[in-house]
């Protein structure tokens, strides 16, 4: 069983990296940045830059559907500059607070998946996350 330079196997650091990402952001990348920074395992930085990626990802689909919010906001604004008795645009039954719930519950249910695949060391194929990490992170690149 492969370990970590703190003696813990590296499975474990992986999984909990995710399991981290789940719970709290700053745990999570205080982590995955001692992973990237002190560890020599190519699967476990892979990991470590995976898990960022997730959050990452998940995290500007939090903020895309906060925009909506924003936007109908400057729009009302922009009506009642030409009509001030025009009624007020809303986005209905709340619907962004629906899909920042949604959003925040498909990244914990994903992140404990992939944080139990990562202890049996299996990889989550991620299609634009994996292509960046193979260009960012491959050993073979070429000097500019």
């Not at 990452?56 to 009642?80: K, Q, Y």
């Not at 249910?109 to 299996?122: E, H, S, T, Y």
């Amino acid at each position: 069983m492969l370990k970590t330079k703190l003696g813990v196997s590296i499975a474990l650091v992986g999984a909990a990296m995710y399991f981290l990402g789940a719970y709290s952001f700053i745990p999570a990348v205080l982590l995955a940045g001692y992973v990237l920074i002190a560890e020599q395992n190519e699967w476990l930085k892979r990991q470590a830059a995976k898990m960022i990626g997730v959050v990452l990802l998940f995290g500007i689909l939090s903020i895309a559907v906060s925009w909506l919010d924003d936007v109908v906001s400057v729009l009302n604004i922009i009506i009642h500059w030409f009509d001030k008795g025009a009624s007020y645009l809303s986005i209905p039954a709340n619907l962004t607070s629906l899909c920042q719930y949604i959003i925040s519950l498909s990244k914990e249910i994903f992140l404990i998946v992939m944080g139990f695949m990562a202890l049996g060391m299996k990889n989550v194929k991620l299609g634009a996350i994996d292509k960046l990490l193979d260009k960012f992170m491959s050993n073979n690149q070429q000097q500019m």
